[in-house]
């Protein structure tokens, strides 16, 4: 009987090497195979797809409880996986980028490092996908670090279409029977209007803090938001072709000429 | 005769307040309208799509040679863009994010300070573009700040359908005459290749440079780079419903469950 090389995973993030997403999700894949773990040194969300030209890059052993170990690159999630790949020479079958605190939907996703990861995954035709637990309190990894294993298995035997990544977010429920079943969904398009809180600081002068959101959900059940809401794992392929084909045969006819 | 009220202009870019680009973008588009600047008070480039959450905002008035005036703030170009529409309360008939020094096409269109500005513009129904020179030295900007201004009279006049901007890259030539008309192109698909450079610092640690970007471009005619290459303006209209809506019908044939 042949051996059978071990599946080389490759796990991020945006939250920073030392978040327990990371760590559930890292506890849970050592189960199918070869765990790499490069992830920032710190807290990188609403980074986008951030890369750093103007800073050096440094990279640290990182170590914790004996059972977790990681490389700490002073950088984005970008950053991350572009020297995992370059630098350090980790050539994975697949690349999950999470498991992150808050949700990644709808047009928010242009903003998040979570998702940024999987597309410098995806740029290096390496299978990849993002997965995120919609909460920020009082989080529950065990459904998608288990999810995230399961849809692994599915990728590395079944392929995505080069250009392609999934992006995943997974309901955050207390008990896994909550999960009413798993969706394919489309981003929503859903525009936000965004507050800022003014203040004063101590030495008069003003500041402010970007705030709340607020947003008039799509009603489409296959929109992500909604299938969230309705307890569905949502799943939506994320392509970044970003040109407006339909607008672009129109615009040709506006004879723009200079 | 009804007296016209003037066009509402905002300026930003991710050059920085000071960036020669954007003064003369402004000088420009002053012959045209009510211009207002509000920009990052540093250069913010490769941020992509970045927000600030974890810090405050600030405001400064930034004056230079007695006729430029800008608001600059301590973050990123889609900062800027929220503040000025939200805190400063300036709610433009119009958007332009530029003129970059140095070109935003293809797959780097995801890291592009400038093309987040644009975006968030769209998001607040604004009608928007984004405009670079595709040149790091000895810029040129005349040609792009007049394209600007006869692009805005179009859009102004024709307007860009909800959820889509239009990303402008100019080539640097020294003479106008040298420009051989506009493409409206798409976005090019085309991957890079990464290369770190690999250092030893004064205290024997070793640290990394992201460098050079090796890549095969398309063929095609009308894809953005080889407009460019062929001294054409390229216009590519951008949308950010990243959804891959072939695959998707794909991945639901897939058949998973939780």
Known sequence: MKARKPVKILLTN????????????????????EVYVVAPDSEQSAVGHAITLS???RVQNFYKNDDFFGYA?????????????????????????GINLGSNTGINIIYSGTVSAATEGM???IPSFAISLTTFTNPNFSVAAKFAAK????ILAKGLPQGTLL????????NENEITGVMITRQGRAMYREEFDKRTDPHHRLYYWLTG?????ETEPDVDDRA????????????????NYDFLEELREWGINY
Chains 1, 2 share one sequence.
């Open 167 to 174: 992006n995943v977010n997974v309901p955050a429920v207390q």
């Open 151 to 154: 849809l692994s298995k599915l």
């Open 55 to 57: 800073d050096p890059l």
């Open 123 to 125: 740029f290096l035709n």
């Open 228 to 243: 969230i809401l309705n307890n569905k794992i949502s799943i939506t392929p994320v392509q970044f072709d970003l040109t």
């Open 14 to 33: 945006d939250d920073g090497i030392n978040a327990p997403g990371l760590h559930a999700l890292c506890q849970e894949m050592k189960n199918h195979g």
């Open 73 to 97: 690159v002073n950088g984005t999630p970008a950053d991350c996986v572009k020297i995992a790949y370059w630098a350090l020479e980790i050539k994975p079958d697949i690349l999950i980028s």
């Open 213 to 217: 959101q607020k947003v008039k959900l």
